[in-house]
């Protein structure tokens, strides 16, 4: 639009609001244009610029604010000027700025890289102290409608810069029902649910059109809406030297000092919206802003949060139209103190207040004791104050200090004879003097049996009181209360914010399996496959044909080095030393007690290196446990988990070596034996080994490669009828087989020999090993229960299930399945022995259950060998 | 910023000293003093008998800029990014390991199981 439609735009503002049209003005955007729309629609009133490109700026003067196209929006009028240092930003700015969450930390993010880019086209540094035009201006034309909230299901309208509470007063409504009023945040009297958040302070938050309002009222219970799950609160960690909480001039010269000596500071008040609930451990502050949780990390924190004003305690003192010295203050700039409002004198104290819900006339003492009444709509009280220390006293212990008036210590008020002490638990004198009576006359025994101090505003208001009591009846000053965090209400969002469930991991073949239909399971902490949706035919395809399954998640070591014999002699209670090059050996992990808490494979692959490997569940731990005890056995070996970076694909099934030679592996190794091989193209470690009770070969290999093998396998086994087993069928084919799950068939106590593998443990290897010295003397104790397999006719049993002998409990059943090829259930249990010997039954879900010798299925082993 | 990617790697493991002396243009993350990982396929030989050197196929990379990483740092983990350097920890409760090198860039790595994970807390 060319200037001659500025022009227009210009006089027809001045016909609307009265303007002389020769009354000069500017035309400019912002920068992004677009925060115009803010002008009009969001509230702001307040811009600002790098001062030295800001001369112009002068209070009065009147602007043509422009849109990106260059087209007049509307008019506005500078009503302030001020010049400052970029720190020294005030602190109603963000706010008035009404960009993002208001917060002045948004402005400062927003800020900053402008002020920059501007010093940097005018051949400034930008720094902290780097001068700011900070320009308040009021919108002229087209005016703004009042903007409007919802207070108790009535619609209010609300002045620019109103907080919640004041617009409550503004439209008539005390905010919370009664009780003084302090404007401040220390007393729970404006307490209301805005936009569905309960205990809401009304007086710290800003007034927003459109907000809903209800009020709940001192010690009132609100009924804690359901809030929409859309509603997530995020979290965000900062770092700093110096956290300094609060900006009133003490605080700011303290940030101020911290920044002069090289320190990074960060400066946190409740009138920014950046409310600190709590000081834990670090020290780290949970900080509560509109946008989210601030953690902040700070290695000294110093609390500069000024004084609360002292609240009345006397009958009455929950009426409508009592005010604190500050808060009148307030209403009074907002032109909201009633006329009628009378004010005390500073210290004279009321003896009570009198109305009908709102007060109506105030009775104080004169001079000699007499009671004096004064009519009046409201009451102004000046009654000194208190630090405001809640947050120095958690920090107890820790880098935290407090300066200014939160560090002095003020003179108690009289012990108040009548009245709510705390109106946050509705707790009176009367309360208190029935808890001193019976007995509670230390202040956390006081606190304890009253409730007093335990409400919303955590002792604000009461704490001088109790004290003030407790000093008046046992003749001596006690010290405040224990602050713990919070000392405000958290929504559950916030108190989950930041926090996640512990990740499940996925195999390189997750989504290979979905796209087979798996359902897949957590197991392990591993995503695996539970079953392709026909467990009964993908056993089959094992027991008598060729299946592959996805053994990624076993856990997977490296180890190398000139003591990686001798280190692995005292890991493993089974020889290492003989195991040749090539072989596969089955190995237990015991702990120093002697009880079973892995098992896996160890692997030579030279005289100095091998390759173990671990149960699924066992893999995370693996790692820090063969560390630790290399470390802790002073070995010198070079360790490597090696779990994430490669995949295993089992194949499995009596024509798995058939398919294997199709697919390169020439001669798939014996039983129990190793091959590096070339398989579908792909480098693979093959491991022969039988957890199935067929010949079962493990291919290991990159994990990147694992999508293109396990293709590769299925296409070439599809004349063979290949299938994918899931876990389901892993666990049913491998209970016939007697071999046992680490952490289903074993408890924390499970020793080889209660297991019944004694086999596994060679106390005379000649090498000391981990849990050799508890073996010993447990050995020399007769063995009580043993873990056994059992038969039974018909349905598995459900696992966990008892094992009954003449109405005891002698046991219970750890694994159970219907074999299909048995024709009958087949149980692994624990079973007590009763006279030294396991009875020859038991009693399972009602029917006889026989005992028999492991394996289930090819005791011989010539099935695996084969 | 991009989504994390699956990459392969060469890890080293070797004595202290023999990784000490170990040159290469690759980029490299120290994890620990006998712990070493390269991005990349490299041919390294460290001078100690017993190395480990493998192809490392368990991690995922995203490249961002230091600020974007301090940023990512700042909303999802309780820890502080150096200037530069190797930092290792918990972002969404995901475990991952930050390289930031003086010019500004940073490199994410997360391990492969946890990738979609990466991808779904850390946009």
């Not at chain 1, 009664?178 to 302070?201: F, H, K, M, W």
């Not at chain 1, 955590?458 to 209360?481: I, K, M, N, S, V």
């Not at chain 1, 237990?588 to 692959?605: A, K, P, S």
Request: hydrophobic share 45%.
């Amino acid at each position: 639009m060319a200037d001659e439609g500025i022009d227009a735009f210009w006089r027809l503002a001045c016909a609307g609001a009265e303007i002389d049209p020769a009354t000069p003005y500017d035309a400019w955007s912002f920068a992004p244009p677009p925060l115009v729309d803010l002008v009009l629609h969001g509230g702001k009133r307040a811009t600002s610029g790098l001062a030295a490109e800001c001369h112009d700026d002068v209070a009065g003067g009147y602007s043509v604010l422009l849109d990106a196209a260059g087209g007049p929006v509307c008019v506005i009028r500078t009503t302030s000027v001020e010049v400052a240092s970029y720190r020294d930003v005030p602190p109603d700015f963000g706010w008035l700025e009404g960009e993002g969450d208001r917060s002045l930390r948004y402005w400062r993010l927003v800020h900053e890289p402008f002020l920059r880019e501007r010093c940097l086209a005018n051949g400034l540094e930008f720094a902290d102290d780097t001068l700011v035009s900070y320009q308040r201006f009021e919108l002229v034309w087209p005016a703004a409608p009042a903007p409007t909230l919802t207070a108790d299901g009535r619609e209010i309208a609300f002045a620019s810069g109103d907080s919640v509470a004041v617009a409550l007063v503004r439209s008539g409504l005390h905010p919370g029902h009664g009780g003084t009023l302090c404007l401040a945040g220390d007393c729970p009297n404006c307490l209301c649910v805005i936009d569905d958040v309960a205990y809401s302070r009304a007086c710290l938050t800003p007034a927003v059109a459109g907000m809903r309002i209800e009020r709940q009222g001192a010690g009132g219970t609100a009924v804690v809406p359901a809030v929409a799950a859309d509603r997530a609160v995020g979290s965000r960690h900062l770092h700093c030297d110096v956290a300094v909480i609060g900006r009133g001039a003490t605080g700011r010269a303290a940030g101020d000092e911290a920044r002069a000596a090289g320190r990074s500071v960060i400066e946190l008040d409740q009138l920014n919206g950046e409310e600190v609930a709590g000081v834990y451990q670090g020290p780290r502050l949970l900080v509560r802003t509109p946008s989210g949780l601030l953690h902040v990390h700070a290695v000294e924190v110093i609390v500069a949060t000024g004084a609360s004003e002292e609240q009345p305690v006397c009958p009455g003192s929950d009426l409508a139209g009592l005010y604190t010295a500050a808060a009148a203050e307030v209403l009074d700039g907002a032109g909201l103190l009633p006329a009628g409002t009378i004010r005390l004198g500073a210290g004279v104290r009321p003896v009570r207040f009198e109305g009908d819900g709102a007060v109506t006339g105030v009775v104080t003492l004169d001079a000699s004791g007499v009671e004096v009444r004064q009519p009046c709509v409201g009451v102004v009280l000046d009654l000194g104050s208190h630090p405001r220390d809640s947050l120095a006293r958690q920090g107890a212990g820790l880098p935290v200090r407090a300066v200014g008036s939160c560090a002095e210590i003020s003179a108690l008020p009289p012990a108040p004879a009548a009245g709510v002490v705390c109106a946050c638990t509705g707790t009176t004198v009367d309360d208190l003097a029935s808890v001193w009576e019976r007995g509670f006359q230390t202040m956390e025994l006081f606190k304890r049996a009253t409730l007093a101090g335990t409400g919303t505003c955590q002792g604000a208001a009461c704490l001088p009181h109790l004290r003030a009591y407790l000093a008046a009846r046992g003749g001596d000053e006690q010290p405040a209360f224990t602050a713990r965090p919070l000392t405000r209400q958290m929504t559950m969002m916030e108190a989950a914010a930041g926090t996640w469930h512990p990740p499940t991991r996925r195999t390189a073949l997750h989504e290979t399996h979905r796209a087979l239909g798996a359902r897949m399971e957590r197991f392990g902490g591993w995503w695996r496959p539970w079953t392709y949706g026909d467990t009964l035919g993908e056993y089959e395809a094992v027991r008598a044909g060729v299946s592959i399954g996805d053994v990624s998640t076993l856990g997977k070591m490296l180890v190398s080095g000139p003591d990686a014999v001798g280190f692995l002699e005292r890991i493993y209670p089974c020889p290492v030393g003989d195991l040749e090059p090539g072989r596969v050996r089955y190995a237990l992990l015991l702990d120093e007690r002697g009880y079973v808490f892995d098992d896996g494979v160890i692997i030579r692959d030279d005289e100095r290196r091998f390759f173990l490997t671990f149960t699924t569940g066992g893999a995370s731990g693996a790692e820090a446990w063969l560390r630790d005890w290399a470390e802790a056995f002073g070995c010198d070996v070079r360790l490597l988990d090696r779990t994430a970076a490669l995949g295993a694909i089992n194949v499995t099934g009596p024509r798995a070596a058939a398919l294997l030679r199709r697919c390169g592996l020439d001669t798939p190794p014996a039983f129990l034996r190793t091959a590096d091989a070339v398989v579908c193209g792909v480098p693979c470690r093959v491991l022969r080994i039988g957890f199935t009770g067929e010949p079962s070969f493990e291919l290991h290999h990159d994990a990147g490669r694992s999508a293109e093998l396990w293709e590769a396998l299925m296409a070439a086994g599809a004349a063979d009828d290949i299938r994918p087993h899931g876990l389901e069928a892993l666990l049913a084919l491998r209970l016939e087989k007697g071999h046992i799950i680490v952490g289903m068939d074993t408890d924390f106590d499970s020793t080889p020999r209660r297991l019944g593998m004694e086999w596994a443990v060679r106390m005379d290897k000649g090498h000391d090993f981990l849990g050799r010295d508890a073996l010993e003397r447990i050995d020399r104790i007769p063995l009580d229960r043993r873990l056994v397999g059992l038969e039974v006719d018909g349905d598995a049993p459900v696992e966990g299930a008892p094992l009954l002998d003449g109405g005891a409990v002698r046991g219970n059943v750890t694994s159970a399945w219907r074999s299909p090829v048995l024709g009958r259930a087949v149980l692994l249990a624990f079973a007590d022995l009763v006279d030294g010997a396991v009875p020859p039954t038991f009693e399972v879900d009602g029917r006889t259950a026989r005992v028999v010798d492991l394996p289930f299925l090819d005791p011989e082993g010539v099935r695996v060998r084969a | 910023m991009s989504a994390p990617e699956p990459i392969f790697c060469t890890r080293v493991v070797a004595s202290p000293a023999a990784l000490d002396a170990l040159a290469t243009d690759a980029v490299a993350l120290r994890l620990a003093p006998d712990d070493l990982l390269l991005v990349g396929a490299v041919d390294v030989r460290p001078d100690d008998p017993d190395a480990i050197v493998c192809r490392d196929d368990g991690w995922a990379l995203r490249r961002m800029t230091a600020a974007e990483a301090s940023a990512l740092v700042a909303d999802h983990g309780d820890w502080s990014v150096p200037p530069a350097g190797i930092a290792q920890g918990a972002l969404a409760g995901l475990p991952v390991k930050l390289l930031i090198d003086p010019a500004g860039d940073a490199l994410l790595l997360v391990p492969r199981p946890y990738l979609a994970d990466a991808v779904e807390r850390l946009p």
